[in-house]
């Protein structure tokens, strides 16, 4: 295994970012990098709250049916409401937890050095610690062609998958809608059975489950597309 650029990374670390223009480069990108998942994140949430508030205040509008308070309907909104409301809580805090590293990422940098390891000799992702170890032994801001071309290699894959992931998640929104509008429907036509009611839920879980994967796809693939120059280093 070769190490080496872990221990260029811990020497230039040692000497200080104002010494070696290419470690600030680096570290401005991984600062970037949580931003990126801090604002994609934050949009998420903000998109989860309005639906936990339409899904409450709806919820408080479902008349009673045949003297029933908990209808079909009063509960798939309720459901979704607790469900968006955890996810949106647990995406608050990843959001919180990034944009305090965004803001001071030198803790967040020197922690991810001491855990980068190394790479298998001859193979990929050696071949980029070796490109990085160099411009980091340069000090240049500039970039050299091979940590460029490391880069765009990333880029030509990571870029596409953000884009089909929030495609994807578009189309499950929409789709846990239609299943959503379609319960609705049952329940004011008439009293679905309990196997029946059972089916549409836990269909419209499957659906919001998808919707959560997918959310953390797009999270994921978004931030290494918005800033790829630390994530290319650290996963080649």
Known sequence: MDDQL???????????????AALDAVIADYARYHLALAVVGGLLTAALLVVVVWSVRR?????????????LERVALVLLALGGGALAAMLAVVVAANIGTAAAPAR???GA???????????H??????????????????????VARAVAGRLDWQAPKAALTSLLLVLACAATAALLRRTVRVSRRSRPSLARSAGLLA???GSALVCTVLMLMV???SQAALAPVAITMFYG
Do not use: C, K
Request: charged share 25%; no cysteine; hydrophobic share 35%.
């Open 6 to 20: 872990q221990q260029v990374l811990e020497r230039a670390l040692g000497q200080g970012r104002a010494t070696n």
């Open 59 to 71: 919820a408080r509008r479902v008349p009673p049916r045949e003297g029933r308070r908990w209808t």
């Open 108 to 110: 967040g940098f020197e």
């Open 113 to 123: 050095v001491a855990s980068l390891g190394g790479a298998a000799s001859g193979g």
């Open 125 to 146: 992702r050696a071949e980029v610690h070796g490109a990085y170890a160099d411009w980091l032994r340069s000090g240049s801001a500039a970039m050299p062609d091979d």
């Open 203 to 205: 269909g419209l879980a």
């Open 219 to 221: 999270m994921g693939n």
